[in-house]
């Protein structure tokens, strides 16, 4: 089936247009104009990087190596009796496989399937140990990925799943309960891998955490999950040849990231907030928020940069922020993350009894209709008040879908972070706090840094 066959996603960007309904300080094509010398430099400078492999992101979805190393390690363990897959991770290492378990499985599949499938990327006392007491060892597998292979939240969890996997089931049990995904050759995962043998998938030393969902990061636990990776990273394949134009209104990573630099820059809409008409993506707006934070909040000598990304959740959040967001400061840029159609809907029965009369416009009608009509109403409604929205359409949420989504953002937030003028790899603002934390826990060489406190 071709890539349009299986549907593409796509942006609708009339409501964050200069002038759309009531949307007064929306993008003009003055001020796309202004910026698009600086846009076409952004390109030849992603081209560049292309050629000479530095964006790891887009190299990693051309590689079918790791499809195939995935794809050999879910076998291994195919046929077992496993009731849980748990990913210990944090950050990069657990939002991208969270996001995809939710996009692509419904939400009661653990009260109904096995295996079940946790993502614990948190050190909560009470609920890694009330998990402990829950699960059934012998019968779960744990995929402890971590980048640097040091972050210690997650080499604290493994320590202690470790340990009481040792002592219920032996040393050579490991091999049965443990993947790890971490650095190919650097980190203390890595040197346990070495040691105990255990089965391991690479992430490239150059592909940055929260850029990793498409590689063994995200692919691991959907691949054990039986989730169609194939079909997940050809989306993100279909949107980056869609991606491979130099014309920036035509380029959907482009076209998007620079309304959202303009929005910001521009306008002062520095609060960019995506609200997922979907409860299947709601985990994604949470992986936006990693990957829009740690790229772009940057300080380049004494200039601070960086939308805010807020998350909500269509249709709850218009009873809880779309006060805020009709009528609050305008301050914000909005894209809806909207669902053209669903697996399943559910038909509303007319109201038979003559004190339901009030609520007979519903029947006969479907739920999705009045979800739709409720978004396409927000929409509008926050235009007329001045308000610009996008909205990105997924014809349906599936791996193939789903896969273009992480790709788009991927891009688009490359090409936001070189027209601010930052680096969007690095995260340089997140250590202080690890070193201050080692110091606490009395780490050799680290002393110093808890005279602070
Ligand atoms: O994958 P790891 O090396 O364990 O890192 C996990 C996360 O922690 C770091 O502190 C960074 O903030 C994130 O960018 C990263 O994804």
Redesign the pocket.
Known sequence: MTGTAKGMIGFDWAYCRALAVGVQDGIADEDVERWLPEARKVHERILKERESGLLAFWDIIEDEKVEERVLEIAEHFKGRLVDNIVVL?????ALGAQALFDALVSPFYNLTTRPRFFVLDNIDPLTFSQFLDMVDLGRTVFVV???????AE?LSQFLIVKERVVSLLGREALKKHFVVVTDPDKGVLRSWVRESGVLSCDIPPGL???FSVLSAVGLVPAALLGLDIRELREGARAMAALCETASVIENPAYCNGLYHVIADLDKGKNIHVYWAYSDSLYSFADWLR?LIA?SLGKKVGEKLYGPTPVKARGVTDQHSQLQLYREGPNNKIITFIGVKSWPADVDIPPAEEESLADAGYLGGKKMGELFHAEQRATAWALAEAGRPNITLWFPQVTPYTIGQAFFLYELQTVFMGYLYGVNPFD?PG?ELS?KMTYGLMGRKGFEEFVRYL
């Open positions: 991770g944090i950050g990069g290492s990925i971590s980048k640097s292979g040091t972050t997650t940055g955490g929260r990693q740690e995260q997140v690890k």
